[in-house]
């Protein structure tokens, strides 16, 4: 059974930086789509960022020239690199996986951007 686990959230001040890190277990990685989710209080979940193995990434507006979607096959891992933090950004994040139509969620990671 596939199980992915986010790590690196937490509270930042404005203008800061995190970086979330996501482990997928499980075999078929590297054809995996890989993305990151969030969802903040009284909002529905929305899609922040998409990489795949070889086209290129993509970005929700509100995080383009800010946030990074990176993965690493040889360590089943996927990775967002979030810069120039703002308030609007806290929120729940979410790694998820789409395999052959299979979709499989982590549990997600808390950030809160705060002064």
């Known amino acids: 059974q596939v199980q992915l686990m986010e790590s690196g959230g937490g509270l930042v001040q404005p203008g800061g930086s995190l970086r979330l890190s996501c482990e997928v277990s499980?075999?078929?990685?590297?054809?995996?789509?890989m993305s990151w989710y969030r969802q903040a209080p009284g909002k529905e979940r929305e899609l922040v960022a998409s990489?795949?193995?070889?086209?290129?990434?993509t970005y929700a507006e509100p995080v383009k020239g800010r946030f990074t979607i990176s993965r690493d096959n040889a360590k089943n891992a996927v990775y967002l690199q979030m810069n120039s933090l703002k308030p609007e950004d806290t929120a729940v994040y979410y790694c998820?996986?789409?395999?052959?139509?299979?979709?499989?969620w982590g549990q997600g990671t808390q950030v809160t951007v705060s002064s």
């Open positions: 990489i795949t193995g070889s086209d290129p990434s």
């Open positions: 499980g075999s078929l990685f590297s054809l995996s789509v």
């Open positions: 998820h996986r789409a395999l052959w139509g299979v979709s499989t």
